[in-house]
């Protein structure tokens, strides 16, 4: 069974720092994908990062990277520079192996991120 | 390039009703996903549409229907609406093939 778990209810941060949002994984699939997600207070999911199960790099966007420790099924976001805008919700996801039926995403319960001026 | 969208905006129902949610695609993406997210709460998977045709299904009741049209949009119903039911609906959409899901907005129903 897939799943995802997201250990920090509620993260703060001072404007300008860098903060990490914690995110550990279980599947019993070789080839699986790691996202995040921002969701404001609006609704929309806002898709951040991606990282696959055989990238041996870890994924960069931006402000976004990933530290991806396959061995212990952990993808951390680490946010650099907080602004004021990245207070949100982050949701972290997991694509299992495609199969007929597959595609499917799994969702963490989110961790809600208040940056502080 | 236009991103998801999903009309209505807010959905106000009584127990008993159905509801009608509407879900557009970025243009060029075939599959269509539809997630319940209830308050405080994170997504639960409701449908996977491709190609016109339902893939897959999240452990919700039969009430919980939908389809996909031909140009790829897609509707989900939600017949004889009860008090749970009341949930920010979002709706994401992927190319063929494709890994990333991009949402739409989301549509808020609320039952009384």
């Known amino acids: 069974a897939q799943k995802i778990t997201q250990t920090q209810p509620g993260m703060f941060v001072q404007e300008k720092e860098a903060v990490t949002l914690d995110c550990t994984y279980d599947?019993?699939?070789?080839?699986?994908?790691l996202f995040w997600y921002k969701q404001p207070s609006s609704g929309e999911m806002i898709f951040l990062i991606y990282?696959?199960?055989?990238?041996?790099q870890n994924a960069t966007e931006g402000r976004y990277s990933l530290n991806f420790q396959k061995a212990r099924k952990s993808t951390n976001l680490v946010i650099s520079a907080s602004q004021l805008g990245d207070s949100a919700m982050y949701f972290c996801?997991?694509?299992?192996?495609?199969?007929?039926?597959?595609?499917?995403?799994?969702f963490g319960t989110g961790t809600s991120l208040t940056v502080i001026p | 390039e236009a991103g998801v969208t999903q009309s209505p905006t807010h959905l106000i129902k009584t127990r008993g009703q159905q509801a009608t949610l509407r879900c557009s695609p970025i243009?060029?993406?075939?599959?269509v996903y539809w997630y319940q997210q209830a308050l405080g709460l994170g997504l639960q998977f409701l449908l996977w549409y491709d190609e016109g045709e339902e893939r897959n299904r999240g452990n919700f009741p039969p009430r919980f229907s939908g389809r996909q049209f031909p140009n790829y949009s897609s509707e989900l119903n939600v017949n004889a609406l009860e008090l749970e039911d009341s949930a920010l609906y979002l709706c994401?959409?992927?190319?063929?093939?494709?890994?990333?899901?991009?949402f739409g907005p989301g549509t808020r129903l609320t039952v009384l």
């Open positions: 996801a997991m694509r299992g192996a495609r199969t007929n039926t597959g595609n499917q995403f799994y």
């Open positions: 243009s060029g993406h075939t599959s």
């Open positions: 599947t019993s699939d070789q080839s699986y994908g």
């Open positions: 990282q696959g199960s055989y990238d041996e």
């Open positions: 994401a959409s992927s190319k063929p093939g494709g890994d990333t899901q991009y």
